[in-house]
Nanobody
Framework: VQLQASGGGLMQAGGSLRLSCAAS????????AGWFRQAPGKEREFVAT????????YYADSVKGRFTISRDNAKNTMYLQMNSLKPEDTAVYYC????????????????WGQGTQVTVSS
């Protein structure tokens, strides 16, 4: 499956953005999926995961209550609604998918999108 992330941009603190991850070349509903982010000079970190059906989600403590992960399998698309953005949310955001698991460990994902930049100014 190929993934393409979009929706990033420049936003002031307190604002909102919605990221999208469009899947092609595979049956997206068969894949668990997640969002990760990487800030300059830092390691890639977990943001949120979602199960194949969308019934189960899990968030990093740093985004819990502010971000919402969702998916529309009919549209082969996953989303990340980001509210109450903070400057520390600035990073390149990546979507990922895996047939076997929804995990916080980015090294276990087989498929990755190219990343979309999110910049939050104070």
């Amino acid at each position: 499956v190929q993934l393409q992330a979009s929706g990033g941009g420049l936003m002031q603190a307190g604002g909102s953005l919605r990221l999208s991850c469009a899947a092609s070349g595979g049956t997206f509903r068969l894949y668990n999926a997640g969002w990760f982010r990487q800030a300059p000079g830092k390691e890639r970190e977990f943001v949120a995961t979602i199960s194949r059906s969308g019934s189960s989600t899990y968030y990093a403590d740093s985004v819990k209550g502010r971000f919402t992960i969702s998916r529309d399998n009919a549209k082969n698309t996953m989303y990340l609604q980001m509210n109450s953005l903070k400057p520390e949310d600035t990073a390149v955001y990546y979507c990922a998918a895996d047939r076997l698991r929804a995990t916080q460990d980015h090294s276990l994902y087989d498929y990755w999108g190219q990343g979309t930049q999110v910049t939050v100014s104070s």
